[in-house]
């Protein structure tokens, strides 16, 4: 009796931009933890470091990856050596002012791109998820990779039928640019859902300092932003009733609570047929 051995699949190509950044370094730990992903390109635009071996630089030891600042490039040569391990996975963790053009052009490169990058405005999402769609090429925009935060966003959803009256806080590190997180909009927007309007007006408020209650969007919810250094990642959904508050929190104390959302989404990316907003559409 014969038997032939099964080839392993090829393990996931995937490119890491902002690879020395915070989240970006421990992308790059994970993705060389997992035995089905390979490394395979490295993009960051800090100085003096084009060039440089990104293991090294992140004290991996030497990985054979040089770190580079042409983004384009690297998406074109990924794409070019994935050949049996299908297409390329890109994981983005950069910068709001370039998150738009960075999707673009993964989807252009048949490069499926997985965004970790909060910014987008809600026509990009629109505009990026129709480009997708043209192009057949699957992607993810995660605002938040923790299961945890997933979990709190179902519970707020859920709660959101019994109360009236909501407000949302997300706390983060000083070094975040935009305000309010993506996770809190999309918090917010999955409570939005149910259709409803929340904290109606009890008095004529007067703020005599301008926007301390808050951003107020058209559903009414008031959502607050606090950036102070010693933060991660952290957010509170209050709701309010005669005789009662019902608090919901999750607190990230660690980067590494991303790492099994990151590589769950770079493992189903390649398999939609375009664009999804948000982790729990992939549990």
Known sequence: ???????????????VAGAL????AEVVKAVL?????????????????????????????????????DFEGALCQASQAARQG??????DFTHPSVVYE??????????????????????????????????????????NFSVGMVL????????????????????????KADAPSGTCIKTAELIEE????????QVEEHETLASCRGGQRESGLRLHSIRLPGLVAHQEVMFGAPG?????????????????????TVRKVRQLGGLVYGLERLL
Do not use: W
């Open 1 to 15: 009796m014969s038997s032939s051995a099964t080839t392993p699949p090829a393990p996931i190509p995937v490119v």
């Open 21 to 24: 950044g915070r989240m970006g």
């Open 33 to 69: 933890a997992a035995a089905d992903c390979e490394l395979v390109g490295a993009i960051d635009t800090t100085p003096g470091k084009e060039g440089a071996d990104v293991g090294l630089e992140l004290g991996l030891g030497e990985l054979e990856v040089a770190i580079t600042t």
């Open 86 to 91: 299908g297409a390329a996975v890109l994981v």
């Open 102 to 143: 960075h999707t673009r052009a993964a989807i252009a490169y048949g490069v499926h791109p997985v965004i970790g990058t909060t910014g987008l405005s809600p026509q990009q999402l629109s505009d990026l998820a129709a480009f997708a769609d043209k192009a057949s090429v699957g992607g993810a925009v995660i605002p």
């Open 152 to 175: 709190l966003q179902q519970a707020a959803a859920a709660a959101a039928r019994f109360y009236d009256f909501a407000e949302l806080t997300e706390l983060h590190h000083n070094r």
């Open 194 to 201: 149910l259709g409803k309007s929340f904290n109606p007006q």
């Open 244 to 264: 009662e508050t019902y608090t919901l929190r999750h607190d990230t104390i660690d980067r590494s609570a991303y790492m099994p959302g990151v590589l769950l």
